[in-house]
């Protein structure tokens, strides 16, 4: 079983940065390839960005390509997205899930464990 807790979301002007980390436990963390999720009211679910388990492969949505970048801390357990130029249709409920996998995952159904989300509000 792994836990998965986000952290860092909040309310931002458009245009501003905000890093959101993942902190896992209760596995080895290295064995996992990782997510983030978002959800906004009305709206599909979709991956922005996903990580392999050594950090060497990534995938990002077009949406964000190019403003967000995922990485990973393996000694610190803990997963980040960097989202950078933010706008107000990057507000949501971000998730961040695990998979058993170890390469790159960009389909919600193939991650074993969720966070609870943290909520991203960008103002305009």
């Known amino acids: 079983q792994v836990q998965l807790v986000e952290s860092g979301g909040g309310l931002v002007q458009a245009g501003g940065p905000l890093r959101l980390s993942c902190a896992a436990s209760g596995h080895t963390f290295s064995n996992y390839a990782m997510g983030w999720f978002r959800k906004a009211p009305g709206k599909e679910g979709e991956c922005v960005a996903a990580?392999?388990?050594?950090?060497?492969?990534?995938y990002y949505a077009d949406s964000v390509k190019g403003r967000f970048t995922i990485s990973r801390d393996n000694a610190k357990n803990t997963v980040y997205l960097q989202m950078n130029s933010l706008k107000p249709k990057d507000t949501a409920v971000y998730y961040c899930a695990a998979s058993t996998s170890t390469e790159v995952i960009t389909t919600r159904y193939e991650y074993d464990y969720w966070g609870q989300g943290t909520q991203v509000t960008v103002s305009s």
């Open positions: 990580i392999s388990w050594s950090g060497g492969s990534t």
